[in-house]
């Protein structure tokens, strides 16, 4: 069952725009994870932010946590043609397994 | 670099026939993991393995079974291949001193005539 759930499903911008994708998930988290997945690919790991952490930046990617509304975001700043991918959020449930639950991801596109 | 690699990036076989798809990391891993992508349902876990020889039932391990027989290799079997197992199978590997961090495989788009 899917712990993670990413919205929107689809967003399409202009290059140089700043993308913005939400995750919502149900039970608490250790922690959660990005992935980009380019077309027809395997996943890439982003980024990672624990539970007590409220937000992290890596290059242009900012992703922020709020484990009271159980959410995160993931901010792609400055947006590329190359961003053009979908992004996966995954879980990994507090007292759960260590294997991270992914969602259903937001594809996103980047027009030039 | 670490690196996941997958036998094939496309396979078309026909239904009833038995199918292997290999996965090798080179990263040492202690785990690794066999995933399915369909749309709209994103991945669902096929079959987990945390040792040499070890292997655990995900979310859909109905018509899969797994081998693991050296730690950088899992293998997922399809005894008799079917119609609806036609879909993107990604491999992924993690350590236990990282388990929130897989590093996929680039995939194989199966379809199953």
């Known amino acids: 069952s899917q712990q993670g759930e990413e919205d929107p499903q689809a967003l399409s911008i202009q290059e140089g725009e700043n993308a913005t994708m939400n995750c919502s998930y149900k039970?608490?988290?250790?922690?959660l994870q990005w992935y980009r997945q380019n077309s027809g690919r395997g996943l890439v790991h982003l980024i990672l932010?624990?539970?007590?952490?409220r937000e992290k930046h890596s290059g242009r990617l900012r992703v922020t946590l709020d484990t009271s509304k159980k959410s995160s975001s993931l901010l792609i700043t400055a947006s590329r043609a190359a961003d053009t991918a979908s992004y996966f959020c995954?879980?990994?449930?507090?007292?759960?397994?260590?294997?991270?639950?992914f969602g259903r991801g937001t594809s996103l596109i980047v027009h030039p | 670099d670490v690196k996941v690699t997958q036998s094939s990036r496309y396979l078309v076989k026909r239904t009833g026939e038995k199918v292997f798809l290999e996965c090798v990391q080179d990263?040492?891993?202690?785990?690794m993991f066999w995933y399915r992508q369909d749309p709209g349902l994103g991945l669902r876990l096929i079959y987990f393995?945390?040792?040499?020889?070890?292997?655990e039932k995900g979310d859909i391990p109905e018509g899969y079974s797994v081998s693991r027989e050296k730690k950088e290799r899992f293998s997922l079997i399809l005894e008799s291949a079917s119609t609806n197992q036609t879909s993107m199978y990604l491999c992924?590997?993690?350590?236990?001193?990282?388990?929130?961090?897989?590093?996929f495989g680039p995939g194989t788009r199966l379809t199953v005539l």
């Open positions: 992924a590997s993690s350590s236990w001193a990282a388990t929130d961090t897989q590093y």
């Open positions: 039970t608490s988290i250790n922690n």
């Open positions: 932010i624990r539970s007590n952490e």
């Open positions: 995954a879980t990994d449930a507090l007292g759960g397994s260590y294997i991270p639950t």
């Open positions: 990263m040492d891993h202690e785990n």
């Open positions: 393995s945390y040792d040499v020889k070890m292997k």
